[in-house]
């Protein structure tokens, strides 16, 4: 998967601009005062938070950004000022005065947050004719807009600035707050994540439920796209009338994610606008947000740090291959657009058969991985006689085959575990099953957006038939 360059993207990012403060220190004692623990402050940090975040995200990645908001005239503005000329991030904000600039206050220790404060003042009677005015005149040095609603009264006019932008032909992303995505209507894209969605929709037990409230607010709002970040368990992008597009969560350590949908709005975006499509863009937001949540705080991702997370990894070798050792590499693979196979079997006895079988299909994607039965697995299920050949040359046999690319085997009777620990893309079974449901690991291959195929045998042959006929020869 390639990252483009972003240099030459111009973005515009509107909406509540935030100090995001920390004050770092160590705790050993409980206050006299109340059952509190007593912080001795060491270190203090400033970041950019809310819209600025997003900002400072796509200056990171090399966009050409500008950000229009409110600060106050205050100390907190200026240090906004400062933070946002040092990432060369062209701030446009106005003053909100008397309001405060809206400030989070984070009080950390060993690394856990204590306490947030929160310093801030609605800005929903703010007079929109400035902001309107300042969002027309930036526009013309845009590609693309975000607005990121955080739910503190800069986006008030959200309908004026989506019907602007529209006029020049310039697309809109927008991460919601509100409960009324009506408010959103005609956005190039939505993001809410699962939690948002649900207070809109209700709950959405189970991916089904999600795509189908999805599409429908599609159609009644008229989006052009929506895009569901669902935490630890990925991503989910809708289009009008094409395929929907499940993506699995790629972070390994979880340390914070706070700021993460911003990460994911600001590398969305600046594909978009560096001309990659919704999908591509997608797909490379969400190898960001791993990124960024094994960071701690509010935090950002660059271009360097994308490419190096999506170096293509050399595939684990051919043949026998150890579970971990798969998995290792399995995220990668599905990054550089590889769709991984996956069927099962005994394969006691290997048969014309078992060959046209799995280079049927190999033909599906890109990789096949077979599990194997072991041969205690074999016995439960075929008999005390079997299998003819233990589990080492059955699996060198399938090892061998050119359309064969990994061998694992399994002990327990089915190799749903197996298969819940790979999600394949596609799961492949042969036989004449009417009922895909009786497939073992069929759920969680289509939950997560795989699909199962059924294949036919070859007739006259199986593993059972030969050996029958040997011993009756042999009688």
């Known amino acids: 998967m390639r990252v483009p360059d972003f240099s030459q993207a111009r973005i515009l990012v509107v909406g509540d601009l935030m100090l995001d403060r920390y004050w770092h220190g160590t705790t050993g004692r409980i206050s006299p005062e109340a059952p509190v623990p007593v912080v001795a402050v060491e270190q203090e940090e400033a970041r950019l938070g809310g819209a600025a975040n997003v900002a400072l995200n796509l200056a990171h990645l090399g966009v050409q950004v500008s950000v229009l908001g409110y600060l106050g005239e205050d100390d907190q503005g200026a240090v906004m000022r400062r933070l946002m000329a040092q990432a060369s991030i062209r701030c446009l904000a106005l003053s909100c005065m ?11 220790s060993r690394h856990q947050q204590l306490i947030r404060l929160d310093f801030e003042a609605s800005l929903l009677d703010m007079p929109e004719a400035p902001l309107l005015a300042a969002y027309r005149q930036a526009l013309g040095e845009a590609d693309l807009v975000i607005l990121s609603d955080y739910a503190k009264g800069t986006l008030g006019p959200v309908a004026s600035l989506l019907a602007l932008a529209r006029q020049s032909g310039i697309p809109v992303l927008v991460d919601p707050k509100a409960r009324d995505f009506s408010r959103y209507a005609g ?7 699962l939690a948002e969605l649900e207070a809109v929709v209700g709950n959405c037990a189970d991916l089904e439920v999600l795509v189908q409230k999805g599409r429908a607010l ?6 052009g796209a929506l895009l569901v970040t669902r935490g630890e368990k990925g991503m989910t992008l809708l289009l009008p009338g094409e395929e929907v597009m499940h993506l699995p969560a790629h972070a390994r350590d979880v340390y914070d994610v706070t700021g993460a949908g911003d990460t994911v709005i600001a590398v969305t975006a600046a594909a978009l606008a560096a001309g990659e499509s919704l999908p591509h863009a997608v797909q490379l937001a969400n190898w ?3 990124i960024v949540v094994a960071k701690l705080g509010t935090a950002s991702v660059s271009a360097d740090e994308l490419r190096s997370a999506l170096m293509p990894a050399p595939a684990p070798e051919r043949g026998i291959i150890a579970l971990n050792a798969l998995q290792r590499h399995l995220p990668q693979l599905r990054a550089q657009g590889e769709r991984i196979v996956l069927t099962n ?13 799995l280079e049927a299909a190999r033909q599906l994607g890109d990789r096949l991985l077979v599990l194997v039965n072991s041969d205690a697995s074999v016995s439960r299920l075929k008999g005390p006689s079997r299998p003819v050949n233990p589990l080492a040359f059955r699996m060198t046999m399938l090892a061998a085959l050119a359309c ?3 061998v694992l085997a399994f002990d327990e009777d089915t190799p749903a575990d197996m298969i819940a620990a790979i999600v394949p893309d596609i799961l492949v079974k042969g036989g004449d099953y009417k009922d895909i449901r009786q ?8 939950t997560s957006g795989g699909r199962v195929e059924v294949l036919p045998f070859l007739d006259g042959y199986s593993s059972t038939r030969l050996i029958d006929a040997l011993r009756q020869r042999s009688e």
């Open 98 to 108: 008397p309001a405060p600039t809206i400030t989070k206050l984070r009080v950390m």
């Open 187 to 193: 956005a190039s894209l939505l993001t809410p994540n």
């Open 218 to 223: 599609l159609e009644q709002h008229e989006l």
């Open 288 to 290: 960001a947000a791993a």
């Open 345 to 357: 079997g005994c394969f006691d006895l290997l048969h014309p058969g078992h060959i046209q079988y």
């Open 404 to 406: 064969v690319d990994w």
């Open 439 to 446: 497939i073992a690991g069929h759920d969680v291959v289509t």
